[in-house]
């Protein structure tokens, strides 16, 4: 059975909410509109951004994961209840994302807040070159102070319109990012012994250390026309945050301010990670990916590395392999010893043409700007002794 904790336990505020630096919010259509006039609950959104604005004011970085579009569109289309074909999912996104988009950015506007909005969809966070260039782009919002609101991009998916894989989207974009903590706001306040209202004797519980085929069990099936996965997805997300570091958290949010209720304490489920996000990434890229080539460095980039800095251009001697951007890569010294894996930001043939140049040609060599890292201290494994 899953580990868990009391009552009075589950009242307080876990060290792992107040402790997250980097945060993923998972937002689902059945809470961003209203299910009989197919409406944004603005109210409720607002609260949300207000709650997003004060974790901000406290250091934190957040991104969010939003469900919505279909729904907003369906109901400007006038198309009727019930289930979509595929093209008018795909239309009834197109027209709902703009109004989607137009709402976060005021809203957060109001509080101070700039927003960026990425389309993505599961592909992109599985097939590695589209991974890191969606990695880099949200790593340079956060540290331009802005806020990603990540949407699954319904205008061009199949599969994800067909499943709703959002909760599963959210936990791949908070692996993507290293992100202390995933939320997913539910419309219920955790993970019960039962789907609710299906057993009389049904008890929440507050946390989970494993997911095993009891908790899964627990999951059901159930869900609605607006949200598809319901707790099923939700356990899936679970399995792939906690294997990429991430802790997860569901919580309900049905009520106003549902991330300040996090932090006062209100009922929730929690999933903890046996590792934490880097220690986690860092195994991935040593243990698990396939490594396509080999870069060889010279004295100066070793020590470099050493010392946790990340594998500039300019100390890279030769390259091997065949590799596109985003691959696995061997490191080794100039006598051959290896150093670490990790993923080229650049494909061979752009790096070949760069080996040590100073950043300041690479823009004139390649025809566009790239960055000065042939891998970056983020997307490498090295081992302790050479940390």
């Known amino acids: 059975m899953p580990q868990t904790a009391t009552a009075a336990e589950a009242s307080r505020v876990r060290p792992e909410w107040g402790e997250a630096r980097r945060i993923v919010v998972k937002i689902g259509s059945a809470l961003l509109t209203d299910r009989e006039t197919g409406t944004l609950k603005r109210d409720w959104l607002a609260s949300l951004v207000a709650d997003v604005a004060e974790l901000v004011r406290e250091g934190r970085e957040v991104v969010l994961v939003s469900s919505g579009s279909i729904a907003l569109g369906r109901h400007t289309l006038g198309l009727p209840t019930g289930p979509l074909e595929l093209e008018q999912s795909q239309a009834a996104a197109a027209v709902g994302q703009i109004s989607l988009a137009h709402a976060y950015q005021e809203l957060a506007a109001q509080s101070g807040l700039t927003v960026a909005q990425i389309l993505l969809t599961l592909g992109d966070t599985e097939q590695r070159r ?24 319904d205008t061009v998916a199949t599969a994800e319109i067909k499943y709703g894989d959002n909760d599963r989207l959210s936990a791949r974009v908070a692996g993507m990012v290293s992100a202390d903590c995933l939320v997913l706001l539910s419309d219920v306040d955790g993970l019960y012994t039962a789907p609710p209202g299906t057993d009389p004797n049904v008890t929440h519980i507050p946390l989970v ?18 949200s598809k996965g319901g707790m099923k997805t939700k356990i899936e997300a679970g399995r792939i945050a906690l294997g990429a570091g991430t802790n997860m958290v569901i919580t309900t949010g049905k009520v106003m301010h549902p991330l300040r209720a996090i932090s006062e304490g209100s009922r929730v489920t929690w999933f903890l990670a046996k590792q934490d996000p880097v220690t986690a990434r860092k195994r991935w890229i040593s243990g698990q990916l396939t490594p396509r080539g080999t870069v060889f460095v010279d004295a100066g980039a070793e020590k470099a590395l050493a010392q946790g800095k990340s594998l500039l251009v300019a100390g890279v001697t030769r390259v091997e392999g065949t590799f596109e951007r985003g691959d696995a890569v061997i490191i080794r010294s100039a ?5 670490g894996r990790g993923l080229s930001a650049y494909a061979k043939g752009d790096a070949v043409n760069i080996l040590g140049r100073k950043s300041s040609e690479i823009a004139e060599i390649l025809g566009f700007e790239g960055g000065p890292e042939l891998i970056h201290r983020n997307d490498m494994a090295l081992p302790r002794k050479s940390m």
Do not use: F, W
């Open 209 to 226: 250390t494993e997911i095993t085929s009891q908790i899964e069990a627990m999951a059901g099936d159930a869900g609605t026309e607006l």
């Open 335 to 339: 006598d051959g010893r290896e150093l």
């Open 130 to 153: 589209r991974y890191l260039n969606a990695r880099h782009t949200i790593e340079t919002l956060l540290e331009l102070k802005a806020i990603p609101v990540v949407n699954e991009n």
